[in-house]
């Protein structure tokens, strides 16, 4: 079954506004976590690294101030997306790690649709 | 700085035709390659994970092999289910736990 769990699945939103999608390690409690962007046919980019209790490691080229991230558990990592825009239309992924040194488990992802 | 290149971009087989994906890697000291399998809509199911050259993992029909540039993925009999994005990642040593993935092959099995 599932060990890294997104929510929500879909979500459709006006421009200009903020929304939040949280990424929960269901049965292992993970320190880091990361979140990635998948444009269609693409693969997947790295956006940030979220720490527990610490302030997230930005990839070059990810506004901070738009993308959110709070690690504030160690089962719970959020990412907001602040005043969206069509733009930011994407599929959003995250992971953790049960253990280090192994593979990372995926969330099911989240389309975002800005209107 | 790791990169990561997948071929073919998408292929197309008749079920039961076998055949290989690529996936050639640069890694500034290479902790793991992983192949996951990807289907539309949805989040990596991760397949294998390979640490050293040489190394061979097998699943079902599925089977992963590792050179120090290159990882294959042995695809034999495909059967229509195993329509999908492969994706291959690197894990090096200079980021941490970070994963570099490649495009992906997009791979199709008619019936």
């Known amino acids: 079954g599932a060990v890294v769990s997104q929510h929500p699945s879909r979500v459709i939103c006006k421009s200009g506004t903020s929304v939040k999608i949280e990424c929960r390690s269901l049965d292992f409690q993970a320190t880091t976590m990361f979140w990635y962007r998948q444009f269609p046919k693409q693969s997947l980019m790295l956006m940030a690294t979220?720490?527990?209790?610490?302030?997230?490691?930005?990839e070059q080229g990810v506004e901070k101030d738009k993308f959110l991230i709070n690690h504030a558990s160690l089962t719970l990592s959020t990412l907001t997306v602040t005043s969206a825009h069509p733009e930011d239309s994407s599929f959003y992924i995250c992971?953790?790690?049960?253990?280090?040194?192994?593979?990372?488990?995926f969330g099911q992802g989240t389309r975002l649709t800005v209107v | 700085e790791d990169q990561v290149t997948q071929s073919p971009e998408a292929l197309r087989l008749q079920e039961g035709e076998s055949s290989s994906l690529n996936c050639s890697y640069t890694v500034s000291g290479l902790r793991g390659l992983f192949w996951y399998r990807q289907d539309p809509g949805k989040g990596p199911e991760f397949l294998f994970t390979?640490?050293?050259a040489g190394e061979e993992k097998e699943k079902e029909r599925l089977k992963a092999t590792l050179t120090k540039k290159e990882s294959f993925l042995h695809i034999t009999a495909p059967k229509p289910e195993d329509s999908a994005t492969y994706l291959c990642a690197v894990q090096g040593g200079q980021g941490a736990q970070k994963l570099v993935f490649g495009q992906g092959t997009r791979l199709t099995i008619n019936p």
């Open positions: 992971s953790a790690y049960r253990k280090v040194g192994t593979e990372a488990f």
């Open positions: 979220s720490n527990e209790g610490s302030k997230a490691t930005y």
């Open positions: 390979l640490y050293s």
